[in-house]
């Protein structure tokens, strides 16, 4: 696969280009999605026996492929959760391609290991958990939500075991009834139940709703799961009744906070997760929002020891790795071969500093609440809900779903924005995640003034 020197560096110095354009855009251009005919007929056959070429193949991913793809980093993109990494972050992800630097053992990447783990006990320490909390930086959320579950059931039948108690005949995990998605994949991957908890009016899962469910669940209960900021409203749990409860009888708590634990660094959202302290696992996506690119959860644990327990595993080959008293990346999820993705939030971090990233957080909370207003007070328009972090749902009177599709097709083939159709207890609506400092409320005023 060796190509002449004059080749590799036309390739580089090509590759540098669209970089350096990708990188200077102000903003990254939206574009959309094309039908799979339109992508075969235009990008042709690309994989060949001779292959066809890397200045042809940059062509053909910058012509056709890359506009067929949304810019998640796009001010006007409001749908799902989006992600607005820094140039910084962008910038260091080139280096650690370029480095090939594995980031499993601290054998073959003690450097970034290092950089990683400041990451994780920096997030440990903001949320309240003490000294020696760590974990890893995994795929997503759902990796992320899979491996602290995993490492809660090891822990509960390793406390059975050692006490002499019989195992329940099923284990289980309590959650909100608007849970994230991932905690039913994970309880249909490890065969266990999955109990949810009804929320109350406001959509947030109370401490007397956990504590009757789970005196009804019976014997089996692992793991308490709470929400810090739900995917579809960001609305917050109430994390120290929950985390009292789960406390309180010995059961494993968690919080899924993959979008909305970033929520902490802002002065004004800090109160909403008192009781985080109380995790034994949370999970938080900086893809999400810590303005970090693809891909990148930071799985973390009050006692690493226990994800260590759970996860670590063992062949004759990594026993030098297993042996060593290393602190070892793989270790502590459900993961071996890794890429140490967490160095592009750690070198972010800290080129711009920590007070930037409350800044921009802040400035999401605020234009949040912002636009909530500005809804609210439209005499079509109302809120389904009252933001709590940066997710703001609300509904046009007399559209259905037809109508929102109509106009979600229009926004993206304008060019305008990318904001899909959401629903509520089987009613549609329309719905702004706003986790881009350069989101606008001019923008989202030009957003609702297209909802005619």
């Given at each position: 696969m060796h190509k002449s020197d004059a080749e590799l560096i036309a390739l580089r110095e090509a590759i540098f280009e669209y970089s350096r354009q990708r990188l200077e855009y102000e903003p990254a251009p939206l574009d959309s999605p094309q039908s799979p005919?339109?992508?075969?007929?235009?990008?042709?056959?690309?994989?060949?026996?001779?292959?066809?070429?890397?200045?042809?193949?940059?062509?053909?991913?910058?012509?056709?492929?890359?506009?067929?793809?949304?810019?998640?980093?796009?001010?006007?993109?409001?749908?799902?959760?989006?992600?607005?990494?820094t140039a910084a972050s962008k910038l260091f992800d080139l280096v650690v391609s370029a480095s090939a630097i594995y980031?499993?053992?601290?054998?073959?990447?003690?450097?970034?290991?290092?950089?990683?783990?400041?990451?994780?006990?920096?997030?440990?320490?903001?949320?309240?958990?003490?000294f020696g909390a760590g974990g890893v930086f995994v795929q997503g959320g759902t990796l992320g939500n899979l491996s602290a579950l995993v490492a809660a059931r090891h822990h509960a039948k390793a406390a059975r075991l050692a006490s002499g108690q019989a195992m329940p005949a099923r284990w289980s995990l309590l959650c909100s009834a608007e849970a994230h998605s991932s905690?039913?994949?994970?309880?249909?991957?490890m065969d266990v139940d999955i109990i949810k908890v009804p929320v109350d009016e406001r959509g947030k899962l109370t401490g007397k709703a956990t504590e009757l469910a789970l005196a009804a669940?019976?014997?089996?209960?692992?793991?308490?799961?709470?929400?810090?900021?739900?995917?579809?409203?960001?609305?917050?749990?109430?994390?120290?009744e929950v985390g009292q409860i789960a406390n309180a009888n010995g059961v494993w708590f968690h919080v899924d906070g993959a979008y909305g634990l970033a929520g902490m660094l802002a002065p004004e959202t800090k109160h909403?997760?008192?009781?985080?302290?109380?995790?034994?696992?949370?999970?938080?996506?900086?893809?999400?929002?810590?303005?970090?690119?693809?891909?990148?959860?930071?799985?973390i644990y009050r006692n690493p020891e226990l994800g260590r327990q759970a996860h670590t595993q063992h062949g004759e080959y990594l026993e030098t790795l297993t042996e060593s008293g290393d602190f070892n990346p793989s270790d502590y999820a459900y993961n071996l071969t890794?890429?140490?993705r967490g160095l592009p939030l750690w070198f972010s971090l800290a080129t711009h500093g920590i007070?930037?990233?409350r800044s921009a957080v802040a400035t999401n909370v605020a234009l949040a609440a912002r636009i909530a207003?500005?809804?609210?007070?439209?005499?079509?328009?109302?809120?389904?809900?009252?933001?709590?972090l940066s997710v703001v749902v609300f509904k046009r009177s007399g559209w259905q779903l037809a109508d929102y599709e109509a106009w979600s097709a229009k926004l993206l083939a304008d060019g305008i924005a990318f904001v899909v159709p959401s629903s509520h207890r089987g009613e549609p609506n329309a719905r702004f995640a706003i986790v881009n400092p350069e989101t606008t409320f001019e923008l989202l005023v030009e957003i609702l003034d297209s909802m005619k």
């Open positions: 005919e339109y992508l075969s007929n235009n990008a042709g056959p690309t994989i060949t026996e001779a292959g066809i070429g890397g200045l042809v193949a940059l062509k053909v991913f910058e012509d056709v492929l890359a506009p067929a793809t949304i810019s998640t980093d796009h001010p006007g993109y409001l749908s799902f959760i989006p992600s607005a990494p980031g499993g053992s601290w054998l073959e990447g003690a450097g970034a290991v290092h950089a990683e783990n400041e990451v994780l006990a920096w997030l440990a320490s903001e949320a309240g958990l003490p905690l039913k994949a994970a309880s249909a991957v669940a019976g014997d089996g209960v692992f793991a308490i799961v709470a929400t810090g900021g739900t995917t579809n409203f960001g609305i917050v749990d109430m994390l120290d909403l997760f008192k009781g985080v302290e109380r995790a034994d696992s949370f999970i938080v996506d900086p893809h999400k929002w810590l303005f970090a690119p693809f891909d990148a959860c930071a799985l890794r890429r140490p007070g930037a990233y207003a500005e809804i609210a007070s439209r005499p079509d328009f109302s809120l389904v809900r009252e933001p709590e």
